[in-house]
């Protein structure tokens, strides 16, 4: 099966100044990919240019082989984007969900379409009738999504869909994205700082950091702000629930800095006894209470990443299968991570 995208050496510049590189990255088709990384790391800019509503300074997106600059009007109409914020027509949902089939000029069962999508996001028929003024953020960014289901694209572009929506509509989200995958084939990518939500719809998650493209697989990422302990040479971080972890502060670059741990520089501790990776030199205030999110293959051969959610933060480590059954490791299970804070890479 060929790519849907292929990213070959794209630079894309902001006020003179490089904002994105990435020298290549492949999307298959059918994937749902989320796209995570601090604020300012290029997020949103990736996501416009795969949508092509901006050409890279340097370096060429292709989508099912042809280059971005060369595809045509009706496979651009077939990439939709659903921005962080996004804006209503000034009418009511019924108008504001069918408006991107009138310019299509498909007006073909319009009311059957629209209770059919408006279901999908989890609202009621009698919604159509509502004036835009009428609705809540969750509301609102369930009626655009439903503006972009309506047209059942190739692609599905998502901005931070569940920024400011409450639990039941960023579960509404979800399904809706789930179900386009599956009975449409829509390819979906979502940026998201959301991680758990992400765990839970994406195939695949990639990092990005200033610009550039992290190994999602083997690269930790914890952001500011920090504590300077210049006594000692560490540097704290307090999350909000209480943890606390402590890192080397050789290479650190200001209290914004954003540390990056290897998957081999985590442990997992199970009950009262140390399980995979670990290490004697693991500083013990660098516990985090978490639970296994996901089990997944690695592009290495007989290697698993075992992802888990603690302290609201992701965390990703290496094994193997045989690890995984001695442990007894599944999606779920209560775990705590341990940090080895002498492996700290500052950015």
């Given at each position: ?20 590189s990435?020298?290549?990255f ?20 990736l ?5 092509f ?16 600059r ?5 496979q651009r109409?077939?990439?939709?984007i ?8 000034k ?11 009138k310019?299509r ?26 004036s ?12 655009a999504?439903a ?16 920024a ?31 991680h758990?939500?992400l765990e ?9 950091l200033?610009?550039?493209?992290l190994?999602e ?21 307090r999350?909000?629930?209480g943890?606390?972890?402590?890192l080397?502060m050789?290479?650190?670059n ?7 741990l ?6 997992i ?24 999110t ?12 075992v992802?888990?959610?603690a ?6 480590l290496r ?12 999606p779920?299970r ?10 700290v890479?500052?950015?």
């Amino acid at each position: 099966m060929g790519s849907l995208y292929r990213i070959e050496d794209v630079d894309f510049h902001y006020g003179g100044r490089s904002v994105l590189s990435i020298p290549e990255f492949t999307l298959n088709p059918g994937s749902i990919l989320g796209v995570v990384g601090p604020n300012g790391s290029g997020k949103s800019t990736l996501l416009r240019l795969l949508a092509f509503m901006a050409d890279p300074a340097q370096g060429k997106i292709f989508f099912k082989g042809v280059d971005g600059r060369k595809i045509t009007l009706q496979q651009r109409r077939n990439i939709t984007i659903l921005p962080q914020e996004p804006y209503l027509l000034k009418r009511d949902v019924y108008e504001n969900i069918i408006y991107g089939l009138k310019i299509r000029g498909d007006r073909q069962n319009l009311n059957s379409r629209v209770t059919k999508v408006l279901d999908l996001v989890g609202l009621p028929e009698q919604f159509a009738k509502r004036s835009w003024r009428e609705l809540s953020g969750g509301e609102v960014q369930r009626v655009a999504l439903a503006a972009r289901l309506i047209l059942r694209p190739e692609v599905l572009i998502l901005d931070e869909p569940t920024a400011s929506v409450d639990v039941s509509s960023a579960q509404s989200i979800m399904e809706a994205v789930l179900y386009a995958r599956h009975r449409w084939g829509t390819t979906v990518l979502i940026a998201s700082h959301d991680h758990g939500w992400l765990e839970q719809v994406c195939d695949q998650q990639i990092m990005l950091l200033r610009g550039r493209l992290l190994d999602e697989e083997v690269v930790n990422m914890i952001p500011g702000p920090w504590m300077e302990q210049a006594d000692c040479g560490r540097v704290i971080k307090r999350y909000p629930g209480g943890e606390i972890i402590t890192l080397s502060m050789q290479g650190y670059n200001g209290q914004d800095s954003v540390a990056l741990l290897p998957a081999e520089s985590l442990s997992i501790q199970i009950g009262g006894h140390k399980g995979i990776n670990s290490d004697s030199n693991i500083s013990a205030d660098n516990i985090l209470p978490g639970r296994i999110t996901a089990l997944r293959e690695s592009r290495r051969k007989e290697i698993f990443i075992v992802e888990v959610v603690a302290a609201g933060s992701l965390f990703r480590l290496r094994t193997t299968a045989n690890r995984i059954e001695i442990e007894g490791l599944f999606p779920g299970r209560r775990v705590k991570v341990i940090l080895n804070c002498e492996h700290v890479r500052w950015l």
